[in-house]
């Protein structure tokens, strides 16, 4: 369904859709909270990390930012999976 390219890219063989229910059961395998649309307006580190959003602060051990990337109209790419 999908094939790794160079330095870890993920293509999908068909729909984008593919990609994202791989990742997000790979994150639900491991207990991993994933949080959509929220706008940061802050992250502190001391012992531990604290993001501020306009939902209201998460505190984690560790910490992955995903903003995605442009889309690329021509290959047939959308904003949305």
């Known amino acids: 369904a999908w094939h790794e390219k ?11 859709r ?10 639900a395998a491991v207990g991993v ?6 706008r940061i307006t802050a992250i502190d ?5 604290r993001v501020t959003t306009d939902y209201g602060a998460f505190r984690s051990q560790s910490l992955v930012l995903a903003t995605g990337g442009l ?8 904003g949305f999976a």
């Open 6 to 16: 160079t330095l870890g890219q993920l293509f999908c063989d068909g729909s984008a």
């Open 18 to 27: 593919q990609i994202v229910a791989m990742l997000l059961a790979e994150c």
């Open 33 to 38: 909270e994933v949080k959509v649309a929220h």
């Open 45 to 49: 580190k001391a012992d531990h990390f």
């Open 71 to 78: 889309s690329i109209p021509k290959m047939g790419a959308t």
